[in-house]
């Protein structure tokens, strides 16, 4: 009798602890969940129902920088109030960049009449830091010569890791944000996506 | 008698349940959710964790790697200028000297939205063949493996990974 009591009870934990695991599990799922909600990540277009990037930064004023461009100059993102502008992260070592380059120019020159501009924010990755002069001063000729190839009409801005973390953290390559005339995060697109969906955005950043 | 015999087969008994039980237990007391938010680096060293070689003399030895799923680093030899090559090195001072790396040939790709655009990258699985000269004894070489890692639409940045390999050199 006492070794059956004996079982039954430590069978009793033993369904009291699978219970709690998937109970503590189940809670964990969704205070995972509402963390992705209130962060950046992917999740279903409502519209459309595609998997799509969503930024944190999305409805929320575009946080301010100020980069210098290959003149030398200093470059303020407030500088473009009044204006849609989108801030494309980038750097020459990342191919799906090279293939968005194109559009990008050609969205920019189609609807810069209308108030758009383009900020073109290199990122050079682990590897170049400002420390590090030669490499710095190579990068920053690499860059120079991409934007000579590619005729680059807006500006290119240099030093992107150094605003990475207002912006999320960005670390894969492109990652694009949709700034409108009132400074506000409109859109944001992470990694090589189409012509039309970046013109989507931008004329979503041309209209709120 | 049969009393202490009872009651020394129901301690056994409970202490048996009790010790399969405690793995479940344990589950609910760690504090491992579920998925790591954390992604996967995209490349890892996979072996030799350990080589003999004899020293004072170049020796060949063969590095694995794996390049996650989905996922392809640029060959040594990737085809666009722009790109930055895969490469392994060794720093001095470890008393391992690399005498040389060979890089395996590899697959040209090309993205879906740039099919004329060809890129030669590494994906799964690939080895580097480096020559060591040792001096004698035991060394812990930490070899760079220096790569930038893409899928078919993005790309992180430039990094390196640590290929640890113990060299006995005899």
Request: with cysteine; hydrophobic share 45%; charged share 20%.
């Amino acid at each position: 009798m006492i070794v059956l009591f004996a079982v039954l009870f430590i069978l009793a934990i033993f369904a009291w602890a699978g219970w709690a695991n998937w109970e503590y599990r189940q809670q964990a799922a969704k205070r995972e969940a509402a963390t992705m909600a209130a962060s950046s990540g992917f999740a279903a277009d409502p519209d459309t129902g595609t998997v799509v990037f969503h930024s944190a930064l999305t409805g929320k004023p575009a946080p301010d920088f100020t980069l210098k461009n290959l003149q030398d100059q200093p470059v303020s993102l407030a500088s473009y109030r009044g204006k849609a502008v989108m801030i494309n992260f980038w750097a020459t070592w990342c191919a799906p960049c090279k293939v968005e380059t194109p559009w990008l120019v050609e969205l920019r020159n189609k609807y810069a009449p209308q108030g758009f501009e383009l900020l073109g924010v290199s990122s050079q990755g682990d590897d170049v830091t400002p420390k590090d002069k030669t490499a710095w001063d190579k990068d920053k000729v690499d860059i120079a010569k991409f934007a000579q190839q590619e005729k680059l009409p807006y500006p290119v801005l240099l030093g992107g890791d150094g605003i990475s973390k207002p912006y999320g953290g960005v670390e894969d390559l492109p990652t694009s944000f949709f700034v409108n005339r009132k400074g506000v995060v409109v859109a944001a697109v992470m990694g090589l996506t189409s012509q039309s969906e970046l013109e989507r955005d931008i004329q979503k950043a041309l209209q709120d | 008698m049969i009393r202490l015999k009872l009651h020394i087969e129901i301690a056994i008994a409970t202490v048996l349940i009790a010790v399969y039980t405690l793995p479940a237990l344990a589950q609910f007391i760690g504090n491992s959710p579920g998925r790591s938010l954390q992604k996967a680096p995209p490349v890892r060293f996979v072996y030799p964790e350990q080589v003999h070689i004899s020293a004072g003399k170049p020796a060949a030895v063969a590095l694995h790697f794996r390049v996650a799923e989905g996922m392809h680093v640029n060959s040594h030899t990737p085809r666009e200028d722009f790109l930055i090559p895969t490469t392994f090195s060794i720093p001095a001072g470890e008393g391992v000297r690399l005498e040389s790396a060979s890089y395996p040939v590899g697959s040209d790709i090309s993205l879906p939205s740039a099919p004329k655009m060809k890129i030669n990258v590494y994906s799964d699985e690939f080895t580097v063949e480096a020559r060591m000269m040792a001096a004698p004894g035991n060394h812990l070489v930490k070899g760079v493996l220096h790569f930038q890692a893409c899928n078919e639409t993005q790309c992180l940045p430039p990094q390196t990974i640590t290929a640890a390999v113990d060299v006995v050199a005899k």
